[in-house]
């Protein structure tokens, strides 16, 4: 019995390890995902996400080519997370063009600020020259991993881990706090000798 226990304290000891780096180290911020749907309807237009460092091949001679990253399917996805340490901040700008791939021209842009709510667009069309979308926004939500899980977890996934953690340090203070009254109880008063 005394090995099952002491099996099941460790288990929670390293749920708890894996739940939080500690005290001393502000944890990540909740991933925020834009991802996209109905690329393919935006009738000859290029919806390109630009930001700086962005790698330009050699060769490639179209006129939007060096302003950024090209959402060339529905697959594409933008992924925002700020860095732990104070120093580690991650830029949440997300700048999108609508370009006329023949001259380059930009006839629509957005800019969204990353932070607490992940988004899906679904984009319809262009019309006028400005782009047709609708979005869905879900809360951003905490990466809680339980051993490596696999790379499709969900945000339902991360909440359900949440709620085992928050589980497994409710128990292992009840843990802690039941030691506490039994050994206070156990403690015996040795008597003192007087000279």
């Not at 330009?56 to 302003?67: I, L, S």
């Not at 732990?84 to 370009?99: A, K, M, P, Q």
């Not at 340090?169 to 008063?189: E, H, T, Y």
């Amino acid at each position: 019995m005394k090995r099952f226990f002491f099996l099941g304290l460790f288990s929670l000891a390293v749920c708890s390890v894996l739940a939080d780096a500690g005290f001393s180290i502000r944890r990540k911020h909740e991933l925020t995902v834009f991802s996209f749907s109905g690329i393919g309807n935006l009738d000859g237009y290029k919806l390109i996400q630009t930001h700086v460092g962005f790698y330009v091949r050699e060769g490639d001679t179209r006129p939007y080519a060096k302003m950024g990253q090209v959402i060339e399917d529905d697959n594409f996805t933008i992924n925002v997370q700020e860095g732990g340490r104070r120093w580690d901040e991650s830029d949440r700008n997300i700048y999108l063009n609508l370009v006329e791939p023949v001259s380059g021209i930009t006839v629509d842009s957005f800019h969204f600020y990353a932070k607490d709510y992940s988004m899906h667009f679904k984009i319809s069309g262009v019309k006028n020259g400005k782009l047709q979308y609708r979005t869905d926004s879900t809360r951003s939500s905490y990466q809680y991993l339980i051993l490596n899980e696999d790379d499709d977890a969900t945000a339902e996934s991360y909440r359900r881990n949440r709620l085992i953690f928050i589980a497994c340090s409710a128990l292992g203070f009840i843990l802690l706090a039941w030691l506490f009254v039994k050994r206070k109880n156990m403690a015996v008063v040795q008597p003192t000798k007087n000279s």
